[in-house]
């Protein structure tokens, strides 16, 4: 870890907690096992609450060593642990507000990465009056961890098997991904295209889709019966997501009354959405390499839909990578801090607005870091024809 991981800049301080759904149905992915759903809460606290407690561990050992492993991060342990650098900007139980309700938002990581992977972003937002729950997914998370004892003990690496699912076959569906990337057309024509490479190349990715999102909902049932002291769920629920989960982010929309606005971050969008009409603000975040493979989100919507281009970044810059992944190659030429500032002030903006419903639209503008569009509701669908 860097020195320079950010510190959260709301008014509360940040409590963290986590807890398994487990046995929640038959593991599809292993016979014989049945699936576990393991989450992270991150809530708002007072901070004179937290005057006095440790900061939380940032990753354990088994975290740790799937981290540097899967990102080739130069990870030392326990030179971390010696250092006092494993530590994270929230606290482990911390005392809930006696009183006070905030509203959700369900996170999602990527394909291959882990719950707390974007970690920085979910504190920032719980610092500023949200409760998000990151949700992880065995066998497909890089190391998933669980409070008690499963059919996978008390954690489970991924299953490396799976690499060569992502694409079938693997070269091939690599380099048709890679044509895709950098095709020019409409987004009509790109979302096409990106269609006809994902049946062909990709039915595992989008079969898992579902099964995500049966996750999710695991985790979310959870939270509806254990957590009601802490979420305010009159005002509905936000969804985001990095990667797979930016996509996740995007079905919860599309399918699932509960889910009132959402965000993917940089994440393709696999699954069947050719009939599909969202019909909730969204706010799609990308960087240049990943522009083509997005285009279904600016079609058939009848809310607006943002979009925030991030320049000189590439995918892994988008979570907690981009801190301890020298790298640019694989996180961008974006300085982690600047990264940060926008990619935080862009949910909080978005989420003020169509979640905590605080102004009518959120405050994004362009600068040297993002450029901004906004893309109206589509006039011609048949069910806004009066």
Known sequence: MTKNTPVPTGKYAVGTLTYTVKNDRPEVMASSKMRSVASRVYYPVLKKSVENLTKARYMSREMAR????TFLAPLNYDKLEAEGKNTSECYENA????????PLIVFNHGYFSYREANSFLCIELASHGYVVVSVAHSMEGICTEFD???DDGKFVLYDKRITKKTYEPFWRGVFAALKVSKAKGTHEELSCMFDDFQNKYCRFLQGRLDEWVKDTKAALDYAKKNLSDLIDFEMGIGAAGHSFGGDVAYKLCTSDPDFV??????????????????????????????ENIVSRVYLHHSKPVYKVLF??????GFCDMKYYVPMKS??????PEAMHENLCKCHIEFFDAFLKRKKAVPNLINNDAVTVSVFEPDLTLPELQL
Do not use: R, W
């Open 66 to 69: 799937g981290v540097k492993k």
């Open 95 to 102: 005392e809930k507000i006696p009183g006070e309700k905030f």
């Open 330 to 335: 694989t996180v961008g030429k974006l300085q």
């Open 261 to 290: 606005c959402g965000v993917n971050i940089d994440g393709a969008l696999f699954g069947d959405y050719k009939d599909t009409v969202l019909q909730k603000p969204f706010m799609q975040i990308s960087g240049n390499d990943n």
């Open 311 to 316: 320049k000189d970044m590439k995918h892994m």
């Open 148 to 150: 008690e004892e499963t």
